[in-house]
T-cell receptor, first 114, second 108 residues
Framework: GAGVSQSPSNKVTEKGKDVELRCDPISGHTALYWYRQSLGQGLEFLIYFQGNSAPDKSGLPSDRFSAERTGGSVSTLTIQRTQQEDSAVYLC????????????FGSGTRLTVV | RKEVEQDPGPFNVPEGATVAFNCTYSNSASQSFFWYRQDCRKEPKLLMSVYSSGNEDGRFTAQLNRASQYISLLIRDSKLSDSATYLCVVKGNTPLVFGKGTRLSVIA
């Protein structure tokens, strides 16, 4: 597609429920990134996929967080047993592997855990 | 020490003013540098890359000082539409590291 597409745009869930967030990167971009941004905070790196390599999971805050990328394209970020501190905007970005022009972000999923 | 540090602001300036933002980074192995712009409740968007020789894009000028690990952004002739948060971004052998941003409000 023309841009990075994320769904849903907003998600309200009850504490303890699992949620899945979806990202569809720009066609031809081999690198895909998940970040999150809490209110008034900077972007926090979560996980990075590059082609068929093992993902860099170093930013995942706990084992309740996981992500996969199927077929080198669409990615799903799953948060199990959501907690209130998981409330944030989850941003997905993609880039060409050796892109010196930075990343292109999707418009994000605003997650609210009540 | 945080990897990327910025003055959070807010910077409140009148239209037509010149404003400068500064940023420092801690990883001397950083290779690429960018300024992103983020409007309220929107995703970050690339404003410009930053090169060692300095670069200009219209009213915007970015400078990099590798020795001091310092990056700057200068905005001349500020417009109301420049009101946003400006994120300093650094890349080494890891995904992009973002500063928390500097908020700019341009006032009529």
């Amino acid at each position: 597609g023309a841009g990075v597409s994320q769904s849903p745009s907003n998600k309200v869930t009850e504490k303890g429920k699992d949620v899945e967030l979806r990202c569809d990167p720009i066609s031809g971009h081999t690198a895909l990134y998940w970040y999150r941004q809490s209110l008034g905070q900077g972007l926090e790196f979560l996980i990075y996929f590059q082609g068929n390599s093992a993902p860099d999971k170093s930013g995942l805050p706990s084992d309740r967080f996981s992500a996969e990328r199927t077929g080198g394209s669409v990615s799903t970020l799953t948060i199990q047993r959501t907690q209130q501190e998981d409330s944030a905007v989850y941003l997905c970005a993609s880039s060409r592997r050796r892109d010196t022009y930075g990343y292109t972000f999707g418009s994000g999923t605003r997650l609210t855990v009540v | 020490r945080k990897e990327v540090e910025q003055d959070p602001g807010p910077f409140n300036v009148p239209e037509g003013a010149t404003v400068a933002f500064n940023c420092t980074y801690s990883n001397s192995a950083s290779q690429s540098f960018f300024w992103y712009r983020q409007d309220c409740r929107k995703e970050p968007k690339l404003l410009m890359s930053v090169y060692s020789s300095g670069n200009e894009d219209g009213r915007f000028t970015a400078q990099l000082n590798r020795a001091s690990q310092y990056i700057s952004l200068l905005i001349r002739d500020s417009k109301l539409s420049d009101s946003a948060t400006y994120l300093c971004v650094v890349k080494g052998n890891t995904p992009l590291v973002f500063g928390k941003g500097t908020r700019l409000s341009v006032i009529a």
